[in-house]
């Protein structure tokens, strides 16, 4: 009863047995016959074996290439966290520059509008004030 108990662990859930796996009778001793059913047995037994190694040694890898797999991408989201944030700062430092600039110009033309007011009409005195000079420094009359 014992040995039926651990061949349906070993082999299944299997409510129905197979007779080969008893060949023995209640005579005492085995006959010829009976080694070659065993060696069946055992290398089903060692194919089994072979089977579930392969498929927990398969399923760690995959474990493995999983978690490889979420910490390369979290690297990837932090990376490009970073590099969003520094292109962020970079844009506003831009745009800072830029009003600081217009507003500057802004200021200029002010200034200036009210400066070229009062410059133009300074501008036409010194016109007037300024004295035309009756010779040319540095040319020779000869050859002109």
């Known amino acids: 009863m014992e040995d039926e108990l651990e061949l349906v662990v070993l082999f299944g ?3 129905r047995l197979d007779s080969s796996l008893f060949p023995s009778g209640s005579s005492a001793g085995a006959g010829s016959g009976e080694f070659h059913v065993y060696r069946h047995l ?8 072979d ?3 392969r498929l927990s040694d398969k399923q760690k890898l995959d474990e493995n290439y999983k978690e490889k797999l979420k910490e390369n ?3 990837a989201e932090e990376r490009t966290a970073k590099r969003r944030k520094k292109r962020e700062k970079l844009k506003q430092k831009k745009l800072m520059a830029k009003k600081a600039k217009t507003e500057s110009q802004k200021e200029e033309e002010e200034e200036g509008s009210v400066r070229s007011s009062s ?3 300074e501008s036409e005195e010194q016109e007037d004030d300024a004295e035309v000079p009756s010779f040319i420094m ?3 009359w000869w050859k002109c």
């Open 13 to 15: 859930d299997s409510t």
């Open 42 to 49: 055992r290398r089903r037994e060692y194919q089994r074996q």
């Open 51 to 53: 089977f579930l190694e």
């Open 73 to 75: 991408q979290k690297a």
């Open 119 to 121: 410059s133009a009409s």
């Open 138 to 140: 540095g040319k020779r």
